[in-house]
């Protein structure tokens, strides 16, 4: 049975993953360690949180008091480190809040495993940091450049993937001076359900949704890898489970796509669902497909992201040799899934839109 300190599992990929570990390792415990900044929503580990089947704390991964208490109470072996401030575009406007998440807390929760992990000159048995890292460290690629692979220089451009690179050398300088049984994945863009919508597929279909425009950076033409998010909890899961201790493993889709084409999926994907189902059209009014029209009228180019990036790849060769890792989902049965969560899950977006959840929050762990 493991012991599982999740942090920033209130989050997209946190939540999906605390979510697909209590399906399949229902008898481990886990304690989800989040902040709940804008992203987090505990909303979304309700069903385990009811059942009590996880513990959730509400608290800063800098605060390594706490997360050395949290440690020792649980007698934590497995820490899985997803939390950090995610949003690009956030990071241009306000790049602060990125450094002190995403490189100073991964340094204290690093420092406070050490402290709780290793004694006499050895790593307690069976622990393992691993550490939740995104392709956009090795920056940007030519049309004609191979993909990223695990010794792809790092080049960050955005202060999001600087801090997640410096977040990355730390965890390296824990393996390589202390030999901490830490382990790391460079992943490429996530989508599925849960999903904050500030990033492209979740803003486009909630914008959809209510008519409003769906807008694309510069020309639409920069391309992403695209995976499906269980996909990425099944990766972290071979990675903890039999990844060798000290290795980087690149995650991706195999699903590379400029992406006009991917708004044009989802907009498709809506005029579909739409067509004669009157429900939808009463619930969403304002959306063109109810009114018989196409979703891609919606579509406006605006100014481009500053300094962004044209193109990431990911050549997965590693993990799916060593690990024999391949996703499951492909683009078009991806972004279906997507579109019908976003269709039934309601609440939940208007909930995390609105903010109106952390009243509950407030109910439930004011006296903590
Ligand atoms: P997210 O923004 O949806 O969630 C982040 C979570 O971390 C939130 O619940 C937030 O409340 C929590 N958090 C933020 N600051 C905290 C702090 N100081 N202490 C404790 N909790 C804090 O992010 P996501 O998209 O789920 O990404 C999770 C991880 O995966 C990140 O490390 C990100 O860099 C990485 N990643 C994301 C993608 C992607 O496509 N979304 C791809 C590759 C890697
Ligand atoms: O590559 C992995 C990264 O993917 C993760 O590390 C990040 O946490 C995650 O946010 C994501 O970063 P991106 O910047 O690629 O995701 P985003 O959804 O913000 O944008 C995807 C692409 O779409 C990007 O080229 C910018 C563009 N875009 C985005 C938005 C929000 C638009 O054209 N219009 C938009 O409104």
């Not at 579109?339 to 903010?355: C, F, I, K, Q, T």
Request: glycine share 8%.
């Amino acid at each position: 049975m493991r012991k599982l300190l999740v942090t920033g599992g209130a989050g997209f990929i946190g939540g999906n993953f605390v979510h697909y570990w209590c399906r399949h390792y229902p008898g481990d415990r886990i304690v989800v360690l989040d902040a709940l900044t804008y992203a987090g929503n505990v909303a979304t580990l309700e069903p385990m949180l009811s059942h009590k089947a996880i513990a959730f704390v509400q608290g800063d991964i800098n605060d390594r008091a706490l997360v050395e208490r949290l440690l020792h109470e649980h007698d934590i072996d497995t820490v899985v480190h997803f939390a950090a401030e995610s949003h690009v575009d956030r990071s241009i406007v306000d790049p602060d809040a990125f450094v002190r998440t995403n490189v100073l807390g991964t340094q204290a929760l690093l420092s406070a495993c050490r402290t709780a992990w290793y004694h006499e000159g050895k790593w307690r048995e069976g622990t393992r940091f691993h550490h939740v890292s995104t392709d956009e460290v090795y920056g940007s690629l030519a049309p004609d450049e191979p993909a990223f692979s695990e010794t792809t220089p790092y080049a960050p451009s955005s202060p999001y993937a600087a801090s997640k690179a410096g977040a990355d050398h730390l965890v390296r300088a824990f393996v390589h001076t202390y030999g901490m049984p830490a382990t790391i994945s460079n992943c490429s863009n996530n989508y599925g359900p849960f999903h904050f919508p500030e990033k492209l597929i979740p803003l486009t279909i909630v914008n959809a949704l209510h008519g409003k425009p769906l807008p694309i950076y510069g020309d639409g033409l920069q391309v992403r890898d695209w995976l499906y998010v269980e996909d990425h909890c099944v990766a972290i899961d071979r990675i903890i489970s039999t990844g060798q201790p000290g290795t980087t493993f690149n995650v991706g889709g195999r699903a590379e796509h400029v992406n006009i084409d991917i708004v044009r999926r989802l907009c498709r994907e809506l005029d579909h669902q739409f067509a004669g189902s009157s429900a939808l059209a009463a619930r969403f009014p304002d959306c063109p497909a109810a009114k018989g029209a196409a979703c891609e009228s919606l579509i406006t180019y605006v100014k481009d992201r500053a300094g962004h990036d044209r193109r990431y790849a990911i050549d997965p060769s590693r993990i799916a040799g060593t690990l024999g890792f391949e996703p499951a989902e492909t683009l078009a049965t991806g972004l279906a899934r997507t579109v019908d969560w976003y269709l039934s899950n309601e609440p939940w977006w208007r909930a995390v839109m609105d903010g109106s959840y952390r009243e509950w929050v407030q109910k439930q762990y004011s006296e903590r």
